[in-house]
């Protein structure tokens, strides 16, 4: 989240780099991947093989729930600036929640509920 939310600050600060916002929002998951990539060998989190299914879910994960929020996340900063967005990372966790409960069933915790109640209410 700090980071996040310091790349939010600087975007607004130093404004969008002279290339189109999807590339750049491209250079930045490229690096986060790398790091995190990075992390999984050293906590040796590696799967042993990739199917099909693990490719298609990796493209759809890059993709439409990866690199088009984002690509959306810094173009409602640039328009409105990171003060008046940056609220909405609060719902990021209450929405992760939310989407658990529909999907897989999972109820939420009483602290989780709490939670989502005091980010609604600020």
Known sequence: MLSIAAGGVLLNKWGQPPMPLLGFTGWQLLIAGA???FVAAIARDVPSQLDAANI???GLLAVALTAVPFALWFGAIERAGAVAVAPFMLLVPVTAFVLDALV???QPTGMQVVGAAL???V
């Open 104 to 106: 897989k069933g999972v």
């Open 119 to 121: 980010v609604m209410g």
């Open 35 to 37: 790091e995190l990539t």
């Open 56 to 58: 298609l879910g990796l």
